[in-house]
C-alpha cells in the first residue's frame, strides 16, 4: 500500500476517533461521523480518484454483496424454503432447493451445464411475466389508450370562454392536444420502422416522428438534471444538518 | 439433457406463466402459483451466487498480487463482517448488521448517486450543443422543462408550469407511448422465443 | 493575438479557453448553488401539477379503517428523492385513519419504510401491527407482485420481524390485493411502478398510484393518460408538492430552493456553452 495511503487512512481514523470522543462514544454520533466521512471520501473522487475514494469504493462493495445476502437468507431462504421444508409442510420445495444449489455448478467447467436447469426455471417464468406484462399492460392498454377523437368539443368551448392571454394560449393548447397526441404517435411508430427507406411520405412522417422523440428525449433530459440535483441536495442536507448541525 | 432439459423447463414454466393469466382454473393457476414460489427462491440463490463470484474474484486477485489487490482485502473484509453480523445477529433495528446498514451503506450509495449532478452540469457545459435543429429542439424542451419544474421558471411567466404540464403530457407522452408499444412488440416476441426454445442465448455456450 | 492586433483571434483564444475551463470549476459553482439556499434556509411555494393532485385526491377519498398496500421499492441511492414521499404518504394515510401494509421488492427498503413508520407512527397515536404492518422484502420482482396480488399470506408468511402472518391483528381477512383500495407504489427503478401497472392494474381491480424518482418520470406519463395510473409524484419536486397540499412541509419542500438555483446554474452553463460554441464556430469559418 503507498505511504499516502496509509497517510490519509490515518488522518480519516484520527477524525472518526475525534468524532467519537466528540460524541462521548455515542454510538449514534459515531455513526453520523462515520456516515460523513464516507460521504466525504467518495465526493474526493471529484478533485481525482484517489487512494481513499478506492478504499471507500471497495468498503462499499463488500458491505453491500454482504448486505443482499443476510437480506435474501432472512427474508426468502429461511421463511420460503427452510421452514415450509423442515417442518413437513411441503417437501417438494426440496425441487427448487435443488435447482438453487445446482446454480453453484457454475463454478465447475465440468457440471456448470447443471446450472442451466435453474437458469431457465428462471429464464422462462420471467419471460411469460414479459410477455404478459408488455401484452396487456404496455400493448393493449396503451393502443386503447390512444382511441380519442381528433376533435374536442370542450376543447373549443374553452376557447370562447378565455379572458385572458395566458387562457387563449391555454385553450389553444387544449385543441391541439389530441390531434398532436395521435400524430406523434403515429409518426414515433413510423420512425422504429426500418424495413422500409424512409423515403417521400415515409420520410417526411418519419421526420416529424424524429421530433416529438427530440422533445421527449429534452423533457427526460430536463428531468434527469432535476433528479440528479435531488441526491445531491440531500446529501448536503446530511452533511449540514445530521454532521454540522449548520441547518434544522 | 445439456440443451432439452432447460429447453423443456422454460417452455413449461413461461407457458404456466401465460396460461394462468387467461384461465383461473385451478389446474393452471395452483401449479403457476407454485411456479412463481419456486422462481422466488430459485432468484434468491442467484443473488447468493453473483455475490460469491465477487468473493471469488476478488481472492484470486489477492492470491495473484492482481491490481489493486490490497483493496481487494478490504472488500472481503467488508463482506465478511457484514455477513458474520447479519447471519448470526439477525437483521432487524438496533442490530450492528442496522448499524452498518445506516452509516455505512446508505450514505456511501446515497453518494455514489449523488456524484451524477456534477458530472451532468460539467456536461451540460462541455458536451451538449445545438449542432443541429434536433438537438435545438432537444435543448430549447430542456431548458423549458428545467425552469418549468422549479419557482423560479413561475417567477418568468407564470403560465411556465402548466405549458411544462403540457409538454409532459402531449408531446412527450405520445413519443414515450410510440417508445412503450414498439418496446412491448419486442418483448412479447423475444419472450416468446426463449419460451418456444427459439432463442437460446441464455443457455450459454455448448462447451 | 495576431501581428496585426486583431482582436477578433484574441477574443475567440478568450473563448476557447473558457469553453474549456476545467470541469472542478463547474463543480464549485454547482455546490455553491446547492449549499447556499440551503445554509440560508430559503422557503419556496410550488404550483401543483395534475398527477400529484389525482394521487392526492385518490387519497382524499378512502374511507377511514381502510387499507392501503404501500410498496417501498426503492433504496438509498434514491433517498433524497423517495424518502420524502414515503413520509408524506404515511402522513397522509394515517391522518385518514388508512391502515398500511408495507412491503417492498427491493432488499433495502424495509429498513427505510420501518424508519418512517417509526418517526410519524407515535405523532399519530398508531400502533404497529393494529394500524400497519411492516411485511419485509421478498425476491422475486413481478413473480411477487403476482403472488401477492393473489395470495398475500402466502408470498409474506411472517413480517419484517419475524411474527407470523396469522398473529398480526389487522391482517386478519386480508388474503390478497383485491382487499385493499388503493396500492401507492414508491419506486426507484426495476422492479417498480411501470411492472405494477404491467402485472396488476389490468388483472386485478386495484388502483395503483405512486412516487418515482424525476428520471423515470416522463415515460410514467402514458400510464397517467390511460388511466393505469392514478396519480404520480415525481421527484423531489413532487414530493415537494403533495407536501404542500398535505400541508405538512419536509425534505421536499426543503431541497426545492437549492433545486431552483442548481437549475439555473445547468441552464446558464448550457446557454454560454452554446453562445461559445457559435462564436467559435463563425470565427472559424
Known sequence: ?248 | MKTEVPVAIAFIAGMLMIVSLFSPHPIFAEPAAVMRNWAIIITAFAYVLGVANIARISAGTVRTRGRDWHYKIVLLASLGVMLGIGLSGGIQAGSPFDWGYINVMVPMQATMFSLLAFFIASAAYRAFRARSVEATLLLVTAVIVMLGRVPVGEGLWNGLPAFTEWIMEVPNMAAKRGIMIGAALGAISTGLKMILGLERSYLGSDK | MSASGDKTVDKGGIVHRLSQVDRRVLYVIVLACAMVPLIIGAQVRLSVSPPVKGLYDAVEALPPGSYVYLAADYDPGSLPELYPMNIAFVEHLFSKDVKIIAASLWAPGPPLSQRVFEDIAPRYGKTYGEDYVNLGFKEGREAVMVSVAEDLRATFPEDYFGTPYGDIPMLEGIENLTDVRLIVNVSAGYPGIKEWVQQVATRFPVPIGGGVTAVSGPEMYPYIQSGQLVGLLAGMKGAGEYEQLIEKPGLGLAGMAAQSSVHVAVIVFIILANVFYFIDRRKRS
Open chain 1, 1 to 248: 500500500m503507498k505511504p499516502l495511503t496509509i497517510i490519509v487512512a490515518c488522518v480519516v481514523l484520527a477524525m472518526g476517533l475525534m468524532g467519537a470522543a466528540a460524541g462521548g462514544l455515542n454510538g449514534q454520533v459515531f455513526g453520523t461521523w462515520v456516515a460523513a466521512l464516507l460521504t466525504l471520501a467518495i465526493f474526493s473522487f471529484l478533485y481525482k480518484d484517489n487512494p481513499v475514494y478506492k478504499l471507500a469504493e471497495h468498503i462499499f462493495i463488500g458491505v453491500s454483496a454482504g448486505y443482499v445476502v443476510c437480506l435474501e437468507y432472512w427474508n426468502v431462504f429461511i421463511p420460503n424454503l427452510w421452514n415450509p421444508l423442515v417442518s413437513g409442510q411441503s417437501y417438494i420445495l426440496i425441487v427448487p432447493f435443488a435447482l438453487g444449489l445446482m446454480l453453484f455448478t457454475r463454478f465447475s467447467p465440468r457440471a456448470s451445464w447443471l446450472s442451466r436447469w435453474a437458469i431457465a426455471a428462471m429464464v422462462g417464468s420471467y419471460a411469460g411475466f414479459a410477455v404478459i406484462g408488455a401484452l396487456q399492460g404496455d400493448l393493449i392498454a396503451q393502443v386503447r389508450a390512444s382511441m380519442i377523437p381528433l376533435y374536442s368539443a370542450d376543447a373549443v368551448a374553452s376557447m370562447s370562454l378565455a379572458r385572458t392571454a395566458n387562457e387563449y394560449v391555454f385553450a389553444f393548447l387544449g385543441i391541439l392536444q389530441n390531434p398532436l397526441t395521435i400524430i406523434g404517435l403515429i409518426t414515433t411508430l413510423i420512425y422504429f420502422f426500418f424495413s422500409r427507406e424512409h423515403k417521400g411520405s415515409l420520410g417526411v412522417a418519419s421526420r416529424i416522428g424524429i421530433f416529438f422523440l427530440m422533445i421527449s428525449f429534452g423533457a427526460s433530459f430536463g428531468y434527469t438534471v432535476m433528479s440528479r440535483v435531488s441526491l445531491l441536495i440531500g446529501r448536503l442536507h446530511f452533511l449540514l444538518s445530521d454532521w454540522l448541525g449548520i441547518i434544522q
